[in-house]
């Protein structure tokens, strides 16, 4: 049976009606897109809320494609999957943006889906691509010799690249480059006014002092971190502020304080998103190690390999397998358990590239070696391994 109506008289009425639906995705895409990031800044990343609103963006743009919207959207929703731990999806979503940016050839969208895709193969572990990716993002969002205004996009987007890159370079041993870049991403955080940048850059300088065993320095700016987080409400940084600074007090022989606050700091962080399990049980383990509580410390670590399993977050492994190795040692009946994990330790750490871990798992499987007696065997070890993990040529 026909309508009654002419076809191109249906055509246009159905054309209408796509054209209204359209409408209504774009303006319902705005809201979200604008909903999104206040509430990820008051409730974290892991609330129901955020899921709700960057699952629903995801819907409205893949029926959409393209636009700066869409784009903003599809950001949120990497950086969504990025903090909850779902490392696969967020690079997914990177290499979606990638296709977007990369279509509309701006400047600023590559900056942009150049950085998801260098943050999200760092935490996976893949540090020369990860360098590769967010060395772009950087060239491309603030060329050398250009200035941002203040507050910009660009500049947000440098800070956090600059950042992550400080990180895979101290990985990769190249450490007057690591201090360079993270003294750049805070110094740019601090020109940009916005208080989120600020403490996020803060939480990296963190993490970059106690990765070089500067528990003091870090210690300073997890105080900072914390001032700004409790000021302006941010959950999630808060939790990282007080992990660190439980980091740092553990680190001045203050264990059980440290401990307490390492352990709030990442309920907090498990309350707000996934991410980073492997670091921060590595360092409680650790901390454990060094009181002499073994039990504990592989308790720590069955919960970082967990992570590393369930979210593919590789960045940390090598130091996973060197510590399992240290809490094992003293046990004789785990000593082929223990020597197993030195090996992966190494192993894990030649192939992505990381002297600095390499070298600290070979230190430790050559001092394992030489308490039994095998000094042949470790000093073999110690001559291939530090040739094998040497520094790369200082820039």
């Given amino acids: 049976m026909g309508t009654g109506q002419p076809p191109r008289e249906v055509a246009e009425h159905d054309a209408a ?52 919207q869409i784009f903003r959207a599809s950001v949120g929703a990497g950086l969504f999957f990025l903090f909850r731990g779902d490392l696969r ?14 279509r509309a050839a701006t400047p600023s969208l590559l900056a942009r889906a150049h950085a998801a895709m260098g943050i999200a193969l760092f935490y ?16 491309l969002g603030w060329p050398a010799g250009q200035a941002a205004p203040a507050g910009s996009d660009r500049q947000e987007i440098s800070v956090e690249s600059l950042a992550f890159l400080g990180w895979a ?20 955080a601090e020109q940009n006014g916005n208080p989120f940048a600020l403490a996020s850059a803060l939480n990296f300088a963190t993490f970059h002092h106690q ?16 001032a700004i987080a409790t000021e302006h409400r941010f959950p999630h940084l808060l939790g990282w502020g007080i992990w660190g600074k ?30 980073g399990g492997t670091y921060y049980f590595a360092h409680i383990a650790e901390t454990h190690l060094i009181d002499g509580r073994l039990e504990q410390g592989l308790a720590a670590l069955d919960q970082a390999f967990a992570a590393a399993e369930r979210n ?29 994990s030195f090996a992966e330790a190494v192993d894990v750490a030649r192939r992505q590239d990381s002297p600095v871990l390499g070298r600290r798992a070979a230190h430790a499987f050559a001092l394992y070696l030489r308490e039994r007696g095998r000094l042949a065997e470790a000093e073999q070890m110690e001559r291939e391994l530090y040739s094998t993990f040497a520094d790369p040529p200082a820039s």
């Fill in 211 to 226: 990765f070089r065993r500067d528990f003091q320095a870090g210690g300073d700016c997890a105080d900072r971190l914390i």
């Fill in 312 to 340: 593919d977050e590789r960045f940390y492994l090598a130091e996973l397998h060197r510590l399992r190795g240290e809490l094992l040692g003293p046990d004789p009946a785990r000593s082929s358990e223990a020597e197993k």
């Fill in 124 to 139: 996976r572990g893949q540090l020369r691509a990860a360098r590769s990716h967010l060395d772009e993002s950087i060239r």
């Fill in 17 to 68: 009606h796509v054209r209204r639906q359209e409408e209504r995705d774009e303006q319902e895409l705005e809201l979200q897109v604008a909903l999104g990031p206040a509430l990820v800044m008051s409730k974290g990343y892991a609330a129901a809320e955020v899921e709700i609103v960057y699952r629903r963006a995801r819907v409205l743009c893949q029926r959409l494609g393209d636009g700066p």
């Fill in 89 to 102: 999806a967020a690079q997914e979503a990177a290499e979606q943006l990638l296709e977007m940016a990369t």
């Fill in 169 to 188: 370079l101290g990985l990769q041993g190249r450490e007057g480059e690591s201090v360079r870049c993270v003294a750049a991403a805070l110094r740019r």
């Fill in 246 to 275: 439980g980091r740092a007090l553990a680190a001045q022989g203050r264990s059980e304080e440290g401990l307490r606050l390492m352990t709030e700091g990442v309920t907090m962080l498990r309350a707000s998103g996934g991410l």
